[in-house]
C-alpha cells in the first residue's frame, strides 16, 4: 500500500482516529483506577568472601563472590526464601505469590544485588524486604556451610542498603499509562482507517473507475445540498457544482473532435446514484453555452425529469413510439426554449421492447437533425434490460457513479453489458462526491481546488 493511499485511509477515516485518541487513554485510565497501588521498597545486598589472608585469597574471593551472584538473584526470586519470610513475619500470602513481589537484579560487574520488594502497604513492603535480607544471609549460610564443625561459610551475604519506606505509589503509572492508551488507540484508529480502504469495493478513484470500465472520468460533481434539494442549478451559478458541470461538458465536446458525440445516454450501474440529476443539469450546461438540445426522459420505470423541472409528464415518448402522438404534440420547451424536453408518458406493460424498437431508432434520427445534442435519461443498466437495449441507438453511454455508493463489480458488470450489446461508453461521471474528497478526473482540474469565481456571491457547496 502506497504513502498516498495511507494518507488517503486516514483522511477519510479521521473520526477512527479521534474515537481512538478518545477510547485508548479512557479505558487506559479505568484499568489504571481500578488496579491496587503497589508500593516498592528496595535494599541492597553485598556477597564477599569470608576469609582474606593473602592477595591471592582476595583474588579468589572476589571471583567467587562474582560467581555466586547471578545464582543468588534466582535464590532471592525463590519460593524457598518467600517460604521463610512468611513464617517470619507470619503473612497472610502464600510463598509463590510472594516470590512474584520480590525482584532481584545483579549490578553488572560488581558484587551487589539490588532487591525490590513491592506490597499494598508500604510499611509492609519495607519489612518483608527487611525480612528478605535477613533470612537470605541465613540460607547462603546454610547452603555455603563447609560440613566442618565451627567453620564459616567461604561466602557471606551482607545488607548495605537498609530497606527504604516508600512515600508514594510505584504503581499504576497513570501517566505513562495515558500515553501507552493513546499511542495505542492512535494506532487502532489508523489501522481501522487502513483496513475499511483496503477492504472497501466502492469506487472512490479516477484511476479505478477508468481501469474497470475501459473509460476516462469526464466529470465529477461534488455534492452540494442545494442541488439535491432543488435538482438543478442556476443558470450561470457558481459554485464547485455548477463548475463541475461546465467541465463535464467541455470534456464531452472534445471526446471525439471531429465526430463529436450528439445523441447520449445518461445511465448508472443501479438506481440512486444521480443519473437523472446528472442528465438533468447537463442538459441546462449545454443549453448555458448556446446549444440546442432535447432532453428525453427514456425511464420509463421511473420517470423524474419532468418533477425535476417543474413539467407536466402525462403524454410523452411512450405515446410517441406507440403511434398515438407525434413529436410536436408531446415536447414542451424549458426556460428561453432551447431546451425541449419529452416526457415518459404513460408507463408501459413492455418498457424494453419499445425503447429498442425502430421507432426509437427513427425518434433519435429525427432529433438529432434538428439539435445540437439529444439526452436520454435512461434506466439503471443492472437491474432492467431497459438501457441496454436503448445504449445501441445512440452515440454513446456517459455513466453516472456514485462515489463511495457504486462498488467495484457493478462497475464491471455494467461495463460487461454494455459491451455485450457493442454500446460505446464515452465516459465516467463520478457523482456526489463529498467535498473534501480529492478526486481528479481524467480531463480537467482536480475538485479540491476551491474553485470560486465569485468571492462575493454565496456558495452552493
Known sequence: MELNEVLRALRSGWWFLLVGALVGPGLALGVSLLQTPMYVSNTQLFVSATEVVSTSDAFQGSQLSAQRVASYARLLQG??????????????????????????????????????????????????????????????DELEATGETGAAPPVRVTVTDRPNLPDSAD????????????????FLGAAVSILRLRLDRTVRDAEDASALSGSPVIGVIVRDEALAAQHTIERNGVGRSAEGYRQLRTNLQFLNIDEPPKVIMVSSAVPSEGKTTLAVNLALSLVEAGRSVTLIEADL????????????????LTNILTGSAAV???????????????????????PSELLSSSHMFSLIDDLRVKNDFVLLDAPPLLPVADASGLAVLVDGVV?????GSTTKEQLAQTQATLGRVGAKTLG?????????????SAYGYGYNYGYDPDPTAPTTS
Open 328 to 350: 410536436e404534440d408531446v415536447e414542451q420547451p424549458y426556460g428561453d426554449g432551447d431546451l425541449t424536453v419529452i416526457a415518459a408518458g404513460p408507463t408501459p406493460p413492455n
Open 301 to 316: 420505470r421511473r420517470p423524474r425529469v419532468t418533477r425535476y423541472l417543474g413539467m407536466v409528464g402525462g403524454v410523452g
Open 79 to 140: 519460593e524457598d526464601l518467600a517460604s521463610r519470610v512468611v513464617d517470619d513475619l507470619d503473612l497472610s500470602v502464600t510463598p509463590a505469590t510472594l516470590a512474584q513481589r520480590i525482584s532481584a537484579v545483579p549490578v553488572v560487574d560488581t558484587v551487589l544485588i539490588d532487591v525490590s520488594v513491592e506490597d499494598p502497604s508500604p510499611r509492609q513492603a519495607q519489612r518483608i524486604a527487611e525480612a528478605v535480607g535477613v533470612e537470605f544471609s541465613n540460607l547462603v
Open 428 to 440: 465516467i461521471v463520478l457523482n456526489i462526491v463529498p467535498p473534501k474528497a480529492e478526486v481528479t
Open 399 to 403: 455513466l453516472s457513479l456514485r462515489y
Open 171 to 186: 504503581s499504576p503509572k497513570i501517566a505513562r499509562n495515558l500515553a501507552i492508551g493513546l499511542a495505542g488507540g492512535l
